[in-house]
C-alpha cells in the first residue's frame, strides 16, 4: 500500500486542483453576473436585476462549495497523510463538507424561489424541494454529530490526535 500512496496523492492533488479551478471560474461568472446585473446603463426592471443578483449570489455559493472541497481534500488526504477512520476524524471531515452543501442548498432554494415568483410560478414546489431537502440534510447532520459524540467519548486519544494534526496543518 506504501507504494500506491505517491499515487493516490497525485490523483487527490489533481482532484482537488479540478476543484479549485472550477471554483475560479465559478467565481469570475459570478462576477460577471452581478456586474451584469448592476447594468448601469440598462433598463431592465429592479426585479430583473434583483433576480440576476440573486443568481451571481448563488454561484458565489456554489464556488464556495467547491473551493471548501479542494481545500478539504489537500488538508485531509495530501498533508495529514492519514486515513479516515476514527470516529472524531469523520465526523469533522463531513461536517465540512456538509457545511458547505447545506449552505449551498439553501442559497440556491432561494434563487429558485424568487426566479420562480418571477419567471414561472409553477416551478415554486422545485424551488422548495430544496429547501425541504437542505432542511432535512442539516437535520441529518446534526443527528449524526449527537450519535458520533458518544462514540467519540468511548476513543478520547482519537480527538487528541486529531487535535495534534491541526496544530501540524495549520503551522504549514
Known amino acids: 500500500m506504501r507504494v500506491l500512496t505517491p499515487l493516490f496523492n497525485v490523483i487527490y492533488g489533481t482532484i482537488a486542483a479540478v476543484f479549485f479551478i472550477a471554483s475560479v471560474t465559478m467565481v469570475a461568472m459570478a462576477v460577471w453576473q452581478l456586474w451584469d446585473a448592476i447594468g448601469l446603463g440598462s433598463n431592465r426592471a429592479i426585479v430583473l436585476r434583483a433576480a440576476g443578483a440573486i443568481e451571481g449570489i448563488g454561484l458565489l455559493a456554489v464556488a464556495l462549495m467547491a473551493l471548501e472541497i479542494s481545500q478539504t481534500v489537500i488538508e485531509?488526504?495530501?498533508?495529514?497523510?492519514?486515513?479516515?477512520?476514527?470516529?472524531?476524524?469523520?465526523?469533522?471531515?463531513?461536517?465540512?463538507?456538509?457545511?458547505?452543501v447545506?449552505?449551498?442548498?439553501?442559497?440556491?432554494?432561494?434563487?429558485?424561489?424568487?426566479?420562480?415568483?418571477?419567471?414561472?410560478?409553477?416551478?415554486?414546489?422545485?424551488?422548495?424541494?430544496?429547501?425541504?431537502?437542505?432542511?432535512?440534510?442539516?437535520?441529518?447532520w446534526g443527528l449524526f454529530v449527537k450519535l458520533n459524540r458518544s462514540v467519540e467519548e468511548l476513543e478520547p486519544e482519537g480527538v487528541e490526535e486529531a487535535r495534534r494534526e491541526d496544530s501540524k496543518v495549520s503551522e504549514q
Open 76 to 100: 485531509e488526504e495530501i498533508l495529514r497523510r492519514v486515513h479516515v477512520s476514527a470516529p472524531t476524524r469523520v465526523r469533522r471531515y463531513i461536517s465540512r463538507f456538509l457545511v458547505v
Open 102 to 140: 447545506v449552505v449551498a442548498l439553501s442559497i440556491e432554494s432561494l434563487v429558485g424561489v424568487v426566479q420562480s415568483l418571477h419567471e414561472d410560478p409553477a416551478h415554486l414546489p422545485h424551488a422548495a424541494a430544496v429547501s425541504v431537502g437542505a432542511a432535512l440534510l442539516l437535520a441529518a
